[in-house]
């Protein structure tokens, strides 16, 4: 049943996962660049580029996790088990998975288990419904 479901938009959600995919790993490339040309600020400035670090590493790893997310997402789609709640196993319905194609949970089980990487996030203005 939930696979008839999916079937139909398999293709739209496998080009969803991987255009994220693209996005994510372009803005560690922009990460690590800037990563890099702090490394060569004057030492008085040493305080701010250790802050800056430390949030620009904190953004990385967020996109690691989010990487992964969109891995896993892909490969349940290979294996249809794609847009199933991990938790409870009902069907996530459409409109979170368009808006959240890697989400794992439902919003019930989201909200419970506090999956805060399935939340929506860095979404253009305009594309929410
Ligand atoms: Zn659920």
Known sequence: MKKVAI????RGYRRMLEDKREDVLSGL????????????VAEEDQAQVTH???VALRL???DYVQLRMIEE????????????????????????LNAIPW???????QESIGAEMDQERRQPVGVRE
Not at 75 to 81: A, K
Not at 103 to 109: D, K, L, P, S, T
């Open 52 to 54: 800056d670090e430390f």
């Open 29 to 40: 490339g922009i990460k690590f660049d800037t990563l890099a040309k702090m490394g060569r």
């Open 7 to 10: 079937a139909v938009q398999d």
């Open 60 to 62: 990385n790893r967020l």
């Open 103 to 109: 989400a794992r949970y439902c919003v019930g089980c």
């Open 73 to 96: 997402a892909l490969d349940r789609l290979t294996s249809d088990d794609y847009g199933c709640c991990l938790a409870c196993d009902q069907p996530i319905p459409a409109k979170r």
